[in-house]
């Protein structure tokens, strides 16, 4: 499996537009989209620093996954998600490497790219996610 | 402010041996430090992918600040390092922004960098953290 990049690091936060004000005036970086992805019941906010995004995550539901993690660990990273090449044969190495996959097959995500998740009960509790970009290759 | 990248994501593990093996033999990457930081009562890893660190911890011990975020969150990613240009200078306009600081001076952190902690009551519950690799610049 050959990972490339870190392609986005996802983090849940109460407030979007207090967190979107923090990371533009504090610490400088610019917002660059907003979008909301309902069948994921959030929304979220785009940052780019080298090579790799931060992406904020306000949820839109209590029930969604991201207003239980909030619920459950408070503000914080939810998860990392990591460039690959070759998304569908990665997820086939995986599984036989006895991974947990909570995306058997990828699925679209935000900014289109094709993205499955990995259980964090075989990621050492971080839940990861594979990326591909395949308007890129 | 001028962050330049993200320098490193660290995760607290509760097994440093197991989390390098997952690291190294699931997602392929290639572990190339292991390296005690007796005052912060850790152990750690170190991995690199594209401009990003990943940066293993577990605590040497249960009081320490890794056993302690164990305890209350469980497994996960602890902080996150943004690489900056003049931290002395980031940490002054910072405090200035009303950002509450852990570290008021930058210290030597893992690998020689010069390091410090924004408090995560200021961060939205993310413990960010600032470095500046002098040996670079």
Redesign the interface.
Known sequence: ??????EH?G????NLD??IR?YE?????ACYAVEEVKDQKVKTAFFK????KIELLESTDPGGPIGKFIEK?????HH?A?AVDGIEKALVT?QE?G?QLVDQQPRKGAEGLDIAFLH?KS????LTELCEDKNKS
Chains 1, 2 share one sequence.
């Open positions: 499996m050959k990972l490339t990049h870190i690091i983090i849940a936060v109460k207090e967190s923090f005036d504090v610490l400088g970086l620093l080298g090579d790799t660990k408070g503000e914080g990273v990392l990591f995986l490497k991974i964090p990621t050492g509790g971080v």
